[in-house]
T-cell receptor
Framework: NAGVTQTPKFRILKIGQSMTLQCTQDMNHNYMYWYRQDPGMGLKLIYYSVGAGITDKGEVPNGYNVSRSTTEDFPLRLELAAPSQTSVYFC??????????????FGSGTRLTVV | GENVEQHPSTLSVQEGDSAVIKCTYSDSASNYFPWYKQELGKGPQLIIDIRSNVGEKKDQRIAVTLNKTAKHFSLHITETQPEDSAVYFCAASIEASNSGYALNFGKGTSLLVTP
């Protein structure tokens, strides 16, 4: 199993550009999450989804959008990129609590720089 | 919302010594407490977790303790090895099957094990 796959691994954007960070998982997990990681700040939740067609905001959703059309895919869209969105982005997935093994499986991250 | 504090931010130990990382949480409803290890350039990986109905859990050289009354939990690594060097994150959440269990992370502890 590949687990959680994120693409691209690195990207440089100019201010005002848009892009989509891709995330796909092959573990049949219902729950998926997007976090951003800034140096010394831990991980902050951007958006999450409990199943196809259902998404909800996390702690820092401004400037981002998500969609969940399938169980496997959970893309994160950045519109009008700003320097404050320079960060490392992690996608994660998990089983429904009470079903299967617990804990998140994280992807390897996308390092985004906005200049 | 939940606030997770983690200490220390950096920790240096000699190979073979023990390492202890401590976290406190603010929401008494939190009932799931995982620990993640993040190696350079990789996503966090679950190493151990504990639920609020258990006071201690051990897995080989790693143990986690939970004090619900004081709202703090700790990670203990014994007989440390250089490969234990990494950033460790604690997290807390409320497991709820209808809303996912979005994790609230501490800011991380950078552990260095010197030979």
């Amino acid at each position: 199993n590949a687990g959680v796959t994120q693409t691209p691994k690195f990207r440089i954007l100019k201010i005002g550009q848009s892009m989509t960070l891709q995330c796909t998982q092959d573990m049949n997990h219902n729950y998926m999450y997007w976090y951003r990681q800034d140096p010394g700040m831990g991980l902050k939740l951007i958006y999450y989804s409990v199943g196809a067609g259902i998404t909800d905001k996390g702690e820092v959703p401004n400037g981002y959008n998500v969609s969940r059309s399938t169980t496997e895919d959970f893309p994160l869209r950045l519109e009008l990129a700003a320097p404050s969105q320079t960060s490392v982005y992690f996608c994660a997935s998990s089983h429904v609590p009470g079903q299967g093994s617990y804990g998140y499986t994280f992807g390897s991250g996308t390092r985004l720089t906005v200049v | 919302g939940e606030n997770v504090e983690q200490h220390p931010s950096t920790l240096s130990v000699q190979e073979g010594d023990s390492a202890v990382i401590k976290c406190t949480y603010s929401d008494s409803a939190s009932n799931y407490f995982p620990w993640y290890k993040q190696e350079l350039g990789k996503g966090p990986q679950l190493i151990i977790d504990i639920r609020s109905n258990v006071g201690e859990k051990k897995d080989q050289r790693i143990a986690v303790t939970l004090n619900k009354t004081a709202k703090h939990f700790s990670l203990h690594i014994t007989e440390t090895q250089p490969e234990d060097s990494a950033v460790y994150f604690c997290a807390a959440s409320i497991e709820a099957s209808n809303s996912g269990y979005a994790l609230n992370f501490g800011k991380g502890t950078s552990l260095l094990v010197t030979p």
